[in-house]
C-alpha cells in the first residue's frame, strides 16, 4: 500500500511538472505572437512627481530629527499653505511644469528608444515659452548615426520653442556631447567630463595572419568605394586614405553641429578631441554653470511642479534574458572608454 501510494505521488509531481512547463510554453508563445501585432502597444509612460518625492523625502527625517512640538508646528503651518494656495489658484497664473527625462548613454544610444516616446508625451502637453524640459544626461559617446538620431530628438523640444536644461553630473563626450551641446543652459558638475569633439574608428586587420597560415579571402566588391579598410582582406593605401577622409568629412559635420547650437565657443580650440572637466569647460564655453543636478532640481522645485518621466518598454523572455549579457559588454566598454582617456585617479 505504502508502495502504491509512493509511486502514485511520484506520478502525479511529474504530470504537475509536465503540465507546468506546458503551460509556460504556451504563455510564452501567446506573448510572442501578441507582440508581433501590429498597432499593440509596447510599452507605457510612468509619471512620478518629484516636488512629492522631495517633500516626503525631508518629512521622512524630519520627523525623526525634529522634536514633535515642532514637528507639529510645520504640518499646521503647511496645511494652511495648502488650502491658501487651493484658494488662490483659480486667479493665479499656473506654475511652470518641469518635465525630467534621463538618458544613460551606450554606444548604440539605445536610450533614445524610450526617450522618443517621453518626448512625444510631453510635447503634447507641454505650454512654449512656459515649460521646461530638463535631461539628465550621461554619455561617452559611441556611433555617430545613432547619436545624431538622439540629438535630433533634443531638436524636436527647441523647436517647439520649449527651454531645454541638460545636466551632465560624470560624463558628456563625444556623442554624448553632440547631444549636450543642444541645450538653452547646460549645466555641469565640476569634476564632470566635458567635450572630445572628434572622430575615432580602429579596425583590427588579421590579413597577414591568415595568409601566413595559408588561409585566402577573396573580397569582392561593386563600386570603388564599397570597402576601404576590412578586417580580413588586403588594405591598400588609397583605402586608408578614403576611410581617413570619411573620418575628416564626419568631424566637420560634428564641428559644424556643435557650432550651431554653441555659437560662443572657439571651434579651433576645442574640437581637437580633448576633453576638459566641468570646470576647464566653464572657461571654454562648452558649458554655462557649474552645478549638480540635484541642486538645480531642487531649486526650480521650489517654483515649479516637476514631473520624471519614463518610458517602460515591454520586452519578450528572450529581451529580458539577454539585458544581463548586454549591461556587462557595455560596462566593459565604458571601462575601456575610461582607460582610453586615461583619467587620473583620486
Known sequence: MLEWIADY???????????FLVSLVLMMLGRARRGDL?????GHLEVETLNERFDAEADALRSLVWDDSAWKV?????????????????????????????????????????MRHEISALLAVAVAERDEVVVLLESPGGMVHSYGLASSQLARIRAANL??????????????????????????????????????AQIPNVHRLLKKNDIDVELMTAGQYKRT????????????????????????????????????????????GEHWYGQQALALGLVDSL????????????????????????????????????????????????????????
Not at 505521488?9 to 509536465?18: I, Q, Y
Not at 501590429?38 to 509596447?42: F, K, R, V
Not at 547646460?186 to 572622430?199: D, E, K, Q, T, Y
Not at 539585458?323 to 575610461?338: G, H, K, Y
Request: proline share 2%.
Open 9 to 19: 505521488g511520484l506520478f502525479l509531481a511529474k504530470g504537475v511538472t509536465v503540465a
Open 38 to 42: 501590429p498597432g499593440l502597444q509596447s
Open 74 to 114: 510645520e504640518r499646521k503651518a503647511r496645511k494652511a499653505k495648502a488650502k491658501l494656495e487651493k484658494k488662490s489658484a483659480k486667479t493665479a497664473e499656473p506654475k511652470a511644469h518641469v518635465y525630467v527625462l534621463k538618458f544613460t548613454g551606450d554606444m548604440a544610444a539605445s536610450a533614445v528608444a524610450q
Open 163 to 200: 527651454r531645454l536644461t541638460i545636466c551632465v553630473d560624470k560624463v558628456a563626450a563625444s556623442g554624448g556631447y553632440m547631444m549636450a551641446c543642444l541645450a538653452n543652459q547646460l549645466i555641469a558638475a565640476p569634476f564632470a567630463v566635458i567635450g572630445s569633439i572628434g572622430v575615432v
Open 229 to 272: 579598410l576590412t578586417m580580413i582582406g588586403e588594405n591598400t593605401d588609397e583605402g586608408r586614405a578614403k576611410f581617413q577622409h570619411d573620418l575628416d568629412d564626419t568631424h566637420e559635420l560634428f564641428k559644424a553641429h556643435v557650432a550651431q547650437w554653441r555659437t560662443q565657443v572657439d571651434m579651433a580650440v576645442v574640437a581637437t
Open 291 to 346: 552645478k549638480t543636478s540635484d541642486d538645480y532640481l531642487r531649486e526650480r522645485a521650489t517654483e515649479a511642479e516637476l514631473f520624471a518621466l519614463h518610458w517602460r518598454e515591454k520586452k519578450s523572455l528572450g529581451q529580458r534574458l539577454g539585458i544581463a549579457a548586454t549591461s556587462s559588454v557595455d560596462n566593459l566598454l565604458l571601462r575601456w572608454w575610461q582607460r582610453s582617456v586615461q583619467s587620473p585617479r583620486v
